[in-house]
């Protein structure tokens, strides 16, 4: 790394992004609505609910403008996602190896996901990616932060980040609004959950893992020498 080049960090989405865990998700949402003794739509049906915050997926499902009977359902959720959905989940080809490339350039890495920080540490570190990353950031069980754009700005308030040098990196439009909002620029990845639509105003949308790395390695070669006489 260049001789007082200033640190850039790159905050990652988890689901859709890092891993794939559309088995674990719909398995644990047609488990709640079973519960509930509600009619479940097709598991194919249920990938759409990847992504936004759990309460507002429920209401959704349930046709309830009730929180609280939203919240109830969530609630039957975690039951079978906090002991075996959260496992039911894959890192998608390539990542590990994307992430070895980008750290070892010397980029800052966080998580930064609307799932509950307690399961997403638990699923990043059985999946042996928690080396990677300098903290992970989510939501807690009692919602606080489950909005994309509360969550990164608590992320870059908490850690001190200098928003300049900092980007986030997501498959759903909360990522990339969550990022404008913030004043961070949003990159966009096809392989997740989101439909083309909603990356407008990502920087760019990559296809796959390898492009991430391809993109943030270049960009650090290509980055100015600070500090040189």
Same mark, same amino acid.
């Given at each position: 790394?260049?001789?007082?080049?200033?640190?850039?960090?790159?905050?990652? #989405?988890?689901?859709?992004?890092?891993?794939?865990?559309?088995? $674990?998700?719909?398995?644990?949402?047609?488990?709640?609505?079973?519960?509930?003794?509600?009619?479940?739509?097709?598991?194919?049906?249920?990938?759409?609910?990847?992504?936004?915050?759990?309460? &507002?997926?429920?209401?959704?499902?349930?046709?309830?403008?009730?929180?609280?009977?939203?919240?109830? *359902?969530?609630?039957?959720?975690?039951?079978?996602?906090?002991?075996?959905?959260?496992?039911?989940?894959?890192?998608?080809?390539?990542?590990?190896?994307?992430?070895?490339?980008?750290?070892?350039?010397?980029?800052?890495?966080?998580?930064?996901?609307?799932?509950?920080?307690?399961?997403?540490?638990?699923?990043?570190?059985?999946?042996?990616?928690?080396?990677?990353?300098?903290?992970?950031?989510?939501?807690?069980?009692?919602?606080?932060?489950?909005?994309?754009?509360?969550?990164?700005?608590?992320?870059?308030?908490?850690? $001190?980040?200098?928003? /300049?040098?900092?980007?986030?990196? $997501? #498959?759903?439009?909360? #990522?990339?609004?969550? *990022?404008?909002?913030? $004043?961070?620029?949003?990159?966009?990845?096809?392989?997740?959950?989101?439909?083309?639509?909603?990356?407008?105003?990502?920087?760019?949308?990559?296809?796959?893992?390898?492009?991430? /790395? #391809?993109?943030?390695?270049? &960009?650090?070669?290509? *980055?100015?020498?600070?500090?040189?006489?």
């Amino acid at each position: 790394m260049y001789k007082g080049f200033m640190k850039k960090n790159i905050l990652f #989405d988890l689901d859709g992004t890092l891993t794939d865990p559309s088995e $674990g998700i719909t398995s644990c949402i047609a488990y709640a609505l079973e519960k509930l003794k509600v009619p479940c739509p097709p598991k194919q049906q249920l990938i759409k609910y990847i992504g936004p915050p759990l309460w &507002q997926s429920f209401a959704e499902l349930l046709n309830t403008s009730d929180k609280g009977e939203a919240l109830a *359902a969530v609630a039957l959720y975690r039951e079978r996602f906090s002991t075996a959905g959260l496992f039911e989940n894959k890192p998608y080809e390539g990542i590990t190896e994307a992430l070895e490339r980008i750290s070892s350039c010397g980029y800052e890495l966080y998580v930064c996901t609307s799932k509950p920080e307690v399961f997403a540490a638990k699923i990043v570190d059985h999946f042996g990616l928690s080396g990677f990353f300098r903290k992970i950031y989510g939501s807690g069980l009692d919602g606080t932060h489950v909005e994309k754009n509360e969550l990164i700005a608590h992320l870059i308030s908490a850690e $001190g980040l200098d928003s /300049a040098h900092t980007v986030m990196i $997501g #498959d759903r439009i909360y #990522d990339i609004s969550g *990022a404008r909002a913030n $004043g961070i620029k949003g990159y966009g990845v096809s392989y997740g959950f989101g439909e083309k639509s909603e990356f407008e105003g990502a920087e760019t949308v990559f296809g796959c893992p390898s492009e991430i /790395a #391809d993109h943030f390695t270049a &960009q650090n070669r290509s *980055a100015p020498e600070h500090g040189r006489e």
